[in-house]
């Protein structure tokens, strides 16, 4: 499947498969510190998912955007922004298409993120230096881009293939969420996941599968600067660990433009 298709299959399994309240809950106090130091106002929210980070910047009172490829994900974006209250401008929209989206907005956002290991959709450099420039003409001078992927540099060194398996329980049944990389060859990868789901003490399977590229530090480090992004830090988790500090599994940059 591409990213769409693998996205819009996936639908309310997407918060069924990430503990939402804890994961917002940990990384508050890294978004809330970038956003104070680079004085955000507003943000865009990149391959927003489900929308749940965009929702949570709008509560906090940003004036909040945000952007999926997926019209299912946007579609339950909208649910969840009505159920909490708040207004966020929401557009189906790929990488590389934000400007396309929000063409009112170019220049006016002080902050923009993508999350949740969004950017190895893209298959080359060429791909990744055109969304990433595109993110930038979305910020205003002295912005900044909070970038969150799983840190390859290991996945591809140690050929790490499994992800913790979540499990869910759930009224009359249970979901179990298994995650499989495979190696393609250098950063080639295709990442599935299966979902086992019991329902009245019947068990059923599925399986989607997506291709991904695994972007190493270097390599995320090198299109930044190519986009007009200067000052990285990066870190290996929203604590702000070291990267690649034992016991870590993020690539978080921030960068300014």
């Not at 693998?6 to 508050?28: K, P, T, V």
């Not at 298409?97 to 002080?110: K, L, T």
Request: glycine share 10%.
């Amino acid at each position: 499947m591409d990213a769409r298709e693998f996205y819009d299959a996936l639908g309310d399994e997407y918060d069924l498969l990430i503990s939402w309240e804890e994961r917002l809950r940990r990384e508050e106090p890294f978004f809330r510190k970038v956003f104070a130091d680079h004085g955000a106002a507003s943000v865009l929210d990149a391959a927003c998912g489900t929308g749940m980070h965009a929702v949570a910047f709008a509560r906090w009172g940003l004036r909040a955007a945000a952007a999926d490829i997926s019209p299912a994900m946007i579609d339950l974006a909208r649910e969840h922004a009505h159920a909490a209250g708040v207004n966020v401008a929401w557009s189906v929209a790929a990488f590389g298409g934000f400007a396309a989206a929000f063409p009112g907005e170019i220049g006016a956002f002080d902050a923009v993120t993508c999350l949740g290991n969004s950017l190895p959709h893209l298959a080359d450099d060429r791909a990744l230096d055109a969304a990433l420039t595109d993110m930038a003409r979305m910020l205003r001078a002295g912005g900044v881009l909070v970038v969150q992927d799983r840190n390859y540099d290991r996945v591809l060194a140690e050929r790490v293939r499994f992800m913790p398996i979540t499990a869910r329980g759930e009224p009359g049944g249970e979901t179990l969420f298994l995650r499989i990389t495979d190696f393609l060859g250098a950063d080639r990868l295709a990442f599935t996941i299966i979902t086992l789901r019991n329902a009245g003490g019947s068990w059923s399977c599925g399986a989607k599968t997506t291709p991904l590229r695994g972007i190493e530090r270097a390599t995320l480090e090198r299109s930044l600067a190519r986009a007009g992004f200067e000052a990285v830090e990066c870190f290996g988790s929203f604590a702000r660990a070291a990267f690649g500090e034992p016991g870590t599994g993020d690539l978080v940059a921030v960068a300014v433009k």
